[in-house]
């Protein structure tokens, strides 16, 4: 495996300081959740750091991969915004050695969520939508939600990242809406 030390650099050289920043505070908040949570926290910081790995990854990479890796050839239609947790998890392991089929499920889902989600795929999502740099309407309520219970943090972000994709009229990945269905609605 690689030294903690050598992912840094990796990382740093993948990608632009505000996105690394941002992984920096992800794994923070990871390690913070992880700590609530009764789950191991330096393997949360790490799936945290790693997450955004593959964001600036260029689109020919990508579409590349995608072809010659056996996904799923239906991810051709999507964009980087998905690509970077469902592909992302390629490059991870190519680049940063990182084999944890745990990280990498956390990887996976990072973005749309999904019907099953472990402890440690819940820490990662939530930690990446209430990290500090975030400035939203409906941050502070959503920290508020995820340090009380990590699944109604799921829930409510799932809510609310739908309500905005179909404000902006973006295409909605159909894993976002499974997981919206299985954690959004209301269960009274
Ligand atoms: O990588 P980050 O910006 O830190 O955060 P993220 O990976 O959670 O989300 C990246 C973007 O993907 C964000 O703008 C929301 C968007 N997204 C999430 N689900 C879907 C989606 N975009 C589309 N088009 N469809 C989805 O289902
Ligand atoms: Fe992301
Ligand atoms: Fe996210
Ligand atoms: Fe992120």
Redesign the pocket.
């Known amino acids: 495996p690689l030294s903690s030390a050598e992912i840094i650099a990796k990382e740093k050289a993948n990608m632009d300081e505000k996105r690394f920043e941002?992984c920096v505070r992800v794994s923070e908040t990871s390690r913070e959740l992880a700590k609530l949570n009764g789950y191991d926290e330096d393997k949360a910081a790490l799936a945290g750091f790693v997450h955004?790995y593959a964001?600036q990854v260029p689109v020919e990479q990508y579409r590349k991969v995608i072809k010659e890796q056996d996904f799923d050839l239906d991810l051709l239609n999507?964009?980087r915004?998905?690509w970077?947790?469902i592909v992302g998890t390629y490059f991870i392991e190519r680049d940063l050695k990182i084999r944890d089929p745990e990280i990498l499920t956390a990887v996976r889902r990072?973005?749309?969520g999904d019907v099953k989600m472990t402890t440690l795929d819940k820490i990662v999502f939530m930690a990446?939508?209430i990290e500090p740099g975030r400035h939203f309407p409906g941050v502070e309520e959503a920290r508020k939600i995820t340090y009380a219970n990590l699944d109604e943090g799921v829930g409510y972000q799932l809510t609310h990242?739908l309500a905005f994709?179909i404000e902006e009229r973006?295409?909605?990945?159909p894993?976002?809406i499974d997981a919206y269905n299985f954690w959004g609605i209301k269960k009274d």
Request: aromatic share 14%; no cysteine.
């Open positions: 941002h955004d964001k999507w964009n915004a998905i970077h947790g990072h973005t749309t990446d939508f990242t994709l973006n295409k909605i990945y894993r976002t």
